[in-house]
Nanobody
């Protein structure tokens, strides 16, 4: 059974950085995209960043220039480098891996940014 294991969340002050990591417990074949979503209290889950099979990336407007998504295909891992964090970035961050016809989710990791 595939599990996505996330790490790297925590409590930081505004302006600081965090790096989130997500690795699959087993090899996943046919990956179409890997990404990060987040959900703040009382809000819907939203896309933060995604990297597709060809290597192209897409970011939410609110994180462009501050966050960078990367991946390690050999490890089925995806990372999110978050710089210049803001209190509005406070949320539970979820890793997502899409294959054709299905998607996997991590359990979520809390990121809290204090002002």
């Amino acid at each position: 059974q595939v599990q996505l294991v996330e790490s790297g969340g925590g409590l930081v002050q505004a302006g600081e950085s965090l790096r989130l990591s997500c690795a699959a417990s087993v090899r996943i074949f046919g990956i179409a995209a890997m990404g990060w979503y987040r959900q703040a209290p009382g809000k819907q889950r939203e896309l933060v960043a995604v990297i597709i099979i060809g290597g192209n990336t897409n970011y939410a407007d609110s994180v462009k220039g501050r966050f960078t998504i990367s991946r390690d295909n050999a490890k089925n891992a995806v990372y999110l480098q978050m710089n210049s964090l803001k209190p509005d970035d406070t949320a539970v961050y979820y890793c997502n891996i899409k294959v054709i016809g299905f998607e996997y989710w991590g359990q979520g990791t809390q990121v809290t940014v204090s002002s």
